[in-house]
């Protein structure tokens, strides 16, 4: 089978870009092959029977990504089929955006999406609440499956001495260069907490507060997966209460790993799912002495986080049942693309 892939990222480090590709890899042994296409990139590209959209307004902020989105969605014909993976919506009425990004025109990207989409994954809860708050029309099939942990295997030991992590993708609402995130990393390393800082879109030449160990770049998924199960605490000190997904918690949850973060919504509520390894807490200032609480304390087995095989097995099952029709082949050699596929300029 080949379906088409849709996602709009600045960069290959994006954090939908990089799940983007994990999903594709994922995919590949259940038979299931997949035309990616970043909907930045303003070209001709092959549109197969089915086609998959990832989705999260802070993606479509921009005139030039929502507009490739909605040209996209009202291409689609009535004999293709579509569905969408939700790594974020913002509910009806949301106000309290602070450094979120507001995109403008996401009530009609929720009313396509919704028109369009024969499934429709959200990756928690919270997301899922969120997007339905719009009460759009759909007859679309509602699948909850939470984010997955890991994508490469990890060791379950973690380092020693103990140390905290904190990064991933530096933007407005948990960046390495605000004044919060600096005195933080300052409190814990004058009381002797070891703070990995890894920064994926910084360079070395950009001015981290000094910690115990700082990197920067894309790493790859061992490097990634070691940071994180190698750490004994994941903080997540983000500037934000309306984030309904984060994949770093998922991650760290895959190895058993403590998590400190603020009270955003997917952090409440996989707070409410995992209270012994989720902590909420708003004041920085008491994150050192919870840190210090969280590093000697034994780590935890059998959370039921799931892997990227089994995310990938339950969207495929959805995928071979939809009904393409005799207008498309449902089988594609590896390397070609079929002539009869529709062709859309985004």
């Known amino acids: 089978m080949l379906i088409s892939s849709f996602h709009a990222s600045v960069s290959h480090s994006c954090g939908i870009s990089i799940f983007s590709r994990h999903f594709r890899n994922a995919l590949s042994p259940l038979g299931i092959d997949v035309l990616e296409t970043n909907l930045r990139a303003a070209e001709m590209r092959a549109r197969a029977p089915i086609s998959l959209v990832h989705y999260a307004p802070s993606s479509f902020i921009s005139e030039e990504a929502s507009g490739a989105l909605v040209r996209l969605l009202t291409s689609l014909r009535d004999d293709e089929r579509l569905c969408v993976i939700l790594h974020g919506a913002h509910r009806y009425g949301e106000t309290r955006f602070e450094r979120d990004g507001i995109c403008p025109n996401q009530g009609n990207h929720i009313r396509l999406l ?173 994150w050192p002495d919870l840190i210090s609480e969280l590093l000697p304390r034994p780590i935890y087995e059998d959370i039921r986080t799931p892997t990227w095989e089994a995310f990938a097995k339950r969207i495929s099952k959805e995928l071979f049942q939809l009904p393409i029709g005799d207008i498309y082949p449902s089988q594609f050699p590896k390397h070609v693309t079929d002539a009869r596929c529709a062709f859309c300029r985004v």
């Open 114 to 286: 919704s028109k369009k989409a024969d499934f429709i994954v959200a990756l928690s809860d919270s997301v899922a609440d969120a997007f339905q708050s719009w009460h759009s029309e759909s007859e679309a099939q509602f699948i909850r499956i939470d984010h997955p942990g890991l994508f490469a295997s990890a060791q379950g030991k973690r380092a020693i001495p103990p140390y905290a992590f904190v990064g991933g993708i530096s933007r407005p609402k948990k960046a390495y260069a605000s004044r919060r995130i600096g005195k933080l990393i300052e409190q814990c390393e004058s009381r002797d907490i070891r703070i990995w800082q890894h920064w994926t879109n910084a360079s070395h030449f950009c001015p981290f507060q000094n910690s115990w160990k700082q990197s920067c770049g894309l790493l790859t998924d061992i490097e990634w997966s070691s940071a994180i199960a190698g750490a004994s605490v994941v903080l997540c000190p983000y500037q934000s209460r309306i984030q309904t997904v984060s994949g770093l918690i998922s991650e760290a949850l895959s190895v058993g790993r403590f998590v400190v973060a603020t009270s955003f919504s997917a952090a409440l509520e996989m707070q409410r799912r995992t209270p012994a390894l989720i902590y909420v807490e708003n004041d920085l200032e008491r």
